[in-house]
């Protein structure tokens, strides 16, 4: 996710997003453990998605 496109969501989509990204978070961890996950790179993009997100958030408040 672009920081263009964090800029334009709304804090209530920003907060759903936010929720998403650390379900799909919990589960790439398990499938990275079982060794069911191909690329492991998702697992720190999806972080930096979520990092991203919650200073955008921080700074709208």
Same mark, same amino acid.
Do not use: C, H, P, Y
């Given at each position: 996710?672009?920081?263009? /496109?964090?800029?334009?969501?709304?804090?209530? /989509?920003? /907060?759903?997003?936010i929720?998403?990204?650390?379900?799909?978070?919990?589960?790439f961890?398990?499938?990275? %453990?079982?060794?069911?996950? /191909?690329?492991?790179?998702?697992?720190?993009? %999806?972080?930096?998605?979520?990092?991203?997100?919650?200073?955008?958030?921080?700074?709208?408040?």
């Amino acid at each position: 996710m672009k920081s263009k /496109e964090v800029n334009k969501l709304s804090k209530d /989509e920003l /907060e759903s997003k936010i929720a998403s990204l650390k379900k799909d978070l919990f589960n790439f961890r398990f499938r990275k %453990i079982n060794g069911q996950m /191909e690329d492991t790179s998702k697992v720190s993009m %999806i972080k930096k998605d979520l990092a991203k997100i919650l200073t955008k958030l921080n700074v709208k408040k």
